[in-house]
């Protein structure tokens, strides 16, 4: 089957920092990722659809400016958590869009803000 | 604004029990319904629905949709402790890419031996 990988698993940063995440299709090209965020207990939440060439679209609530996407290439989408605070600790998911029915995610990231 | 729906969100039984776990869905143009899932880390794939009435099976496990209805169940027949997972249940809308789905809160299942 088709293969995401996503780095890094786990990421601790302080406070005010940045910190970026990216997720590879490492065999096939996808013009289209998602990325989802899920809090502790809670289920998946799409944030954005990260859009090889152009700009994301981001999910209504969702700071643009706050969760930078970039999708260079048909297989890297990156997402950076500028100036992270304690608040956005979370598990990051990432998936990609093959064009066959099924979306293919990747391990995910548990990001800590301390 | 799509909306999926699971319950029960959380269910304890023994092993060699058999659950259902219920998923509705409010989907504008909806396409398919999927069902993951996920232990420590990412989702892992167990069915997609798009058509009524034809039950889906994999091992002991087997969903159904009602497109009537608007809901699925997904089925676990004599539970193991390796099940204890969160399951979700998401949906698709046509017109989308497959990849975009809005998913329920999940029901957390924990067998015990």
């Known amino acids: 089957g088709a293969v995401v990988s996503q780095h890094p698993s786990r990421v601790i940063c302080k406070s005010g920092t940045s910190v970026k995440i990216e997720c590879r299709s490492l065999d096939f090209q996808a013009t289209t990722m998602f990325w989802y965020r899920q809090f502790p207990k809670q289920s998946l939440m799409l944030m954005a659809t990260s859009n090889e060439g152009s700009k994301a679209t981001y999910e209504q609530g969702v700071e643009k400016d706050k969760f930078l996407i970039n999708h260079a290439s048909l297989t890297l989408s990156t997402l950076t958590v500028t100036s992270a605070h304690p608040e956005d600790s979370s598990f990051y998911i990432c998936s990609a869009d093959r064009g066959t029915r099924e979306a293919f995610f990747g391990q995910g990231t548990r990001l800590t803000v301390v | 604004e799509d909306k999926v729906v699971q319950s029960p969100l959380s269910l304890v039984v023994h092993e060699g029990d058999t659950v259902t776990l219920n998923c509705s869905y409010e989907v504008t143009n909806f396409r398919s319904l999927l069902w993951y899932k996920q232990e420590k880390k990412a989702p892992t794939f167990l069915f997609m629905l798009?058509?009524?009435?034809i039950e889906k099976k994999s091992g002991r496990l087997s969903s159904i949709l009602d497109k009537k209805e608007l809901f699925s169940i997904l089925n676990i027949t004599a539970t193991q402790t390796g099940d204890s997972a969160i399951y979700l249940c998401?949906?698709?809308?046509?017109?989308?890419?497959?990849?975009?789905?809005?998913f329920g809160q999940g029901t957390i299942l924990t067998v015990h031996p």
């Open positions: 998401a949906s698709n809308a046509g017109g989308t890419s497959y990849g975009k789905l809005t």
């Open positions: 798009t058509s009524s009435g």
